[in-house]
């Protein structure tokens, strides 16, 4: 059987040793330890014929297949009554994420992480569900991570997760065509109230990641030399507002499909 490497990493190194991803099968929800707490009290008989949800594989089958992605920054989302806005910040962006000086062509800290609104109204949402109490908004928060994997990556909310104010969407993420941790975020819970603050601090888990393949797979941080060969191709035909003069705009988007189809192409050559 064979074993996929997934590697998944962080523009900042150090956040990585910080908020590394932690795998499903190590990490125990607290309420699922009040409930192994509860069954210790149990007799013999009460273990043998009371029900607990402890017994249900899919859910720790759920857990085993996969791994969480943790925050690497706090942020807050506000909104206020009768103002169409939803406002953010990053109360700590002048910690960690701040004094790691990024190179010039990735831009300063506060735009590299900014957040983009999709508004229910845009074209593309206008049909788009949302739950009763979801502001009409989805949130595409930038975490700076990024992944390099040979089989499509399941983004799924947090399984069975213990609060319910925020989650994230799901998607599958192929990274072949793009290598970004990028949560889709929803906030839940707004009844009308003059002013409602979210928060999302380092260290929650903010999505949940399987990896679509019976085979076994490891997750590694340490970037090969083939890694980088293959980001720098990525970044540049990604990027390449950046590296194309104004007037080669329009003959560059002309030609953009067929480099990201050779792009594609390159890669499974790679990694296949």
């Known amino acids: ?7 998944f990493f962080h523009k900042n190194p150090v956040i990585i040793d910080m908020y590394p991803a932690v795998l499903g099968k190590y990490h125990t929800m607290d309420w699922i330890k009040k409930e192994q ?6 007799t013999e008989k009460q273990n043998q014929f009371k029900s607990s949800v402890l017994r249900c594989p899919g859910i720790f089958e759920m857990y085993n297949r996969g ?3 943790q925050m690497p920054y706090d942020i807050n ?18 910690g960690i994420l701040g004094s790691y000086k990024e190179e010039e062509s990735y831009g300063p800290i506060s735009m590299s992480y900014e957040v983009t609104f999709h508004k229910k109204t845009d074209d593309f949402l206008i049909d788009f569900p949302f739950r009763e109490g979801t502001i009409p908004y989805i949130c595409n928060i930038k975490t700076g991570f990024s992944f390099i994997s040979e089989v499509p990556l399941l ?17 599958i993420l192929e990274t072949n065509k793009n290598i970004e941790v990028n949560p889709q975020i929803y906030l839940n819970n707004y009844h009308g109230e003059d ?11 903010i999505m949940f990641i399987v ?37 080669e705009d329009a003959r560059y988007n002309s030609i953009l499909p067929r480099m990201k189809k050779t792009l594609n192409e390159a890669f499974k050559r790679l990694w296949n």
């Not at 979210?198 to 888990?205: C, E, F, Q, S, V």
């Open 1 to 7: 059987m064979k074993t996929h490497i997934i590697k």
């Open 37 to 42: 707490e509860l069954r210790k009290g149990w």
């Open 67 to 69: 791994f969480f992605i």
């Open 77 to 94: 989302f506000t909104v206020k009554k009768g103002d169409d806005d939803v406002y953010y910040e990053h109360p700590t962006m002048d």
């Open 155 to 171: 983004f799924l909310p947090i399984p069975y997760s213990e609060q319910n104010e925020w989650e994230s969407s799901m998607g």
């Open 195 to 205: 002013e409602k603050t979210w928060n999302i601090k380092a260290g929650d888990h």
């Open 211 to 247: 990896p679509l393949t019976n085979d076994k797979w490891v997750l590694e941080s340490e970037l090969s030399l083939k890694d980088r060969i293959w980001l720098e191709a990525y970044r540049i035909v990604q990027s390449g507002s950046n590296v194309v003069c104004p007037r």
